[in-house]
């Protein structure tokens, strides 16, 4: 690659969706991880065709173009550029091949100059359908795939019926037909999609298709982990909020308290001592009542100094433990978050196997197995 190359290549990268790789990929493994987004991607040369979009041939980045790029922490990357072939590719279907190419090599993918960590964000399975199944053919498969709901929340699903542990609700309108829901996962039928590659070479002959959405069931009632996914999606409990309010509050009202005690305290004494030292009128009276405010001023502050070194040294002998608690908080959430992703993955290549569809994750990558939804499977 010549320099003139190298100087225009942020701006070429900027300018299309790229997958950004910590390792050059194995071509065969490229290939394999494209064609679960088109099962008709073919090399062209040293690049890949899917999807109507070229992803370009992997091309080292240094720190320097990093940089530029806006991506952190990283001294070397390896970059896939997509491009498209032709007319724009339907749904901005390069921007999530980028995304998924990432997503299963364990990288960045870069859209508009914006850098982006595919495995932090929450994905929702999916199951391509032909048409929109009937509620005697889903249904069954749902009642063993499903964990059972106990009742229906009147509140969320008025219109709602418990079928064998599955809440069913007939919409009916818009985009949505169906909703089905257990404890704690929800199935939401929509139909007239447009075709995704993986779809249009099971089905040529159609010109759409139904999707069958797999999702959490969000529920006021549940606290911990829940409540902070249901934050991060907008919906965060009243009670939870309240209660982290009140911890933060806490703590300052009560140092507030303890300041303007302090205060008042000396305050009353220097008035007392001020008064006393006038009524005597005696120089020598006045000078040792300053003496004595001076030293329990002295006193005071040493204590004062001293606390404050306390505080300050109980502080830094707890930032390895606060560090070890908040690591430790974070590696359970994620384990429950892959946990939670991995029931809905199974729920949806239960459905994708019963109902002759095909499961795939929200950017349209098939999935063979539950397994195939988490990150970095292709690392």
């Not at 999916?126 to 106990?150: F, G, K, M, S």
């Not at 009560?254 to 004494?269: L, N, V």
């Amino acid at each position: 690659m010549g320099w003139f190359s190298k100087l225009l290549l942020p701006g070429r990268l900027r300018t299309g969706p790229t997958a950004l790789l910590p390792a050059r990929p194995d071509p065969k493994t490229l290939l394999a991880v494209a064609q679960l987004a088109d099962p008709e991607a073919r090399t062209d040369g040293d690049d890949i065709l899917a999807g109507g979009s070229r992803i370009e041939a992997p091309v080292e980045l240094t720190g320097d173009v990093l940089a530029k790029l806006g991506v952190p922490d990283s001294d070397t990357l390896w970059a896939c550029r997509i491009a498209a072939e032709g007319p724009l590719p339907v749904d901005f279907f390069d921007k999530s091949l980028a995304e998924g190419i990432a997503y299963r090599l364990g990288g960045w993918s870069l859209c508009q100059g914006e850098p982006l960590d595919p495995a932090e964000e929450t994905v929702d399975p999916l199951v391509y359908l032909p048409a929109v199944p009937e509620p005697e053919e889903i249904l069954p498969v749902l009642t063993e795939a499903l964990r059972h709901a106990d009742a229906v929340d009147a509140e969320r699903w008025p219109d709602g019926e418990l079928i064998e542990g599955v809440v069913h609700v007939s919409v009916r309108r818009g985009r949505v037909a169906d909703v089905y829901a257990g404890a704690d996962v929800q199935v939401t039928i929509e139909e007239g999609h447009r075709l995704p590659p993986a779809a249009q070479t099971r089905w040529p002959y159609l010109t759409e298709i139904a999707i069958a959405r797999v999702s959490p069931v969000v529920r006021t009632e549940e606290t911990g982990a829940d409540d902070a996914a249901g934050a991060a999606s907008g919906e965060a409990a009243d009670g939870t909020t309240e209660d982290v309010a009140g911890a933060d509050a806490a703590p300052l009202d009560g140092h507030a308290d303890t300041t303007s005690d302090a205060d008042a305290g000396s305050g009353t004494d220097a008035t007392a001592d001020t008064g006393s030292a006038a009524d005597t009128g005696s120089a020598a009276d006045t000078g040792s009542a300053a003496d004595a405010d001076s030293g329990s001023d002295a006193d005071a502050t040493s204590d004062t100094g001293s606390a404050a070194d306390a505080g300050a040294n109980s502080d830094t002998d707890a930032d390895p433990d606060v560090e070890d608690t908040a690591s430790e908080t974070d590696a359970e959430d994620a384990d429950e978050a892959r946990a939670a992703l991995l029931v809905r993955a199974d729920v949806a290549v239960t459905l994708a196997n019963a109902l002759r569809g095909i499961a795939a994750d929200s950017r349209g990558f098939q999935l063979a197995e539950p397994a195939d939804a988490l990150p970095g499977g292709y690392a």
